[in-house]
């Protein structure tokens, strides 16, 4: 942090302050800063946003019953298949590390995701939901949790594929997810 980025504010002011107070100083300063993110990476994450987050969900359309083309977007952009298969491709997109963990903004410069290369790979850092249980509890990514994450981004894509979306296409995520 160079003095020009220091806050305009006291420092004693701040730690004797009530913490709505110190909120309010911090949102104000990070607020007023510039953002340093060059143009170039800016249009990347946009076009990611538009071929591959947009792009994606478009082409999963196409599995769906009655699907009448990609050149008539109003026909099967706003049907409940299509808002349903949004939230599973947000899920799968997510999942997969190439969505809001992804690239230079997000502090990464190579590799720029982490997401699929970090979930398969056994002996990786993990937050266990339940700590000390068989299983589940150890701080450590095993060949279980990996296969469970597999299975689960398979789930997802299973359907995704599907012509329409039932509860019994979701249960195995619904279970798998908070493991």
């Keep these: 942090?160079?003095?020009?980025?220091?806050?305009?504010?006291?420092?004693?002011?701040?730690?004797?302050?009530?913490?709505?107070?110190k909120i309010r100083l911090v949102c104000t300063q990070w607020a007023s800063q510039v953002n340093p993110t060059?143009?170039?990476?800016?249009?990347?994450?946009?076009?990611?946003?538009?071929?591959?987050?947009?792009?994606?969900?478009?082409i999963f359309q196409?599995?769906?019953a009655g699907y009448p083309?990609?050149?008539?977007?109003?026909?099967?952009a706003f049907s409940g298949t299509a808002f349903q298969k949004a939230v599973i491709w947000s899920i799968f997109y997510e999942l997969t590390g190439i969505g809001c963990g992804w690239g230079p903004m997000n502090g990464r410069f190579d590799p720029w995701f982490g997401g699929c290369r970090h979930f398969l790979r056994p002996g990786t850092t993990k937050l266990s939901p339940?700590?000390?249980l068989p299983l589940f509890g150890g701080i450590q990514r095993t060949w279980f949790d990996v296969a469970l994450y597999a299975a689960n981004q398979l789930f997802l894509l299973r359907a995704l594929l599907a012509p329409e979306i039932t509860p019994a296409l979701l249960l195995p995520s619904v279970v798998l997810i908070p493991l």
């Design 1 to 21: 942090m160079s003095s020009t980025d220091l806050p305009p504010y006291d420092p004693a002011r701040i730690l004797s302050a009530p913490f709505p107070e």
């Design 38 to 58: 060059p143009m170039a990476v800016m249009a990347l994450y946009w076009a990611k946003y538009l071929f591959v987050y947009i792009g994606g969900w478009a």
């Design 62 to 64: 196409m599995f769906n």
């Design 69 to 76: 083309g990609l050149g008539s977007p109003l026909d099967w």
């Design 130 to 132: 339940f700590p000390g």
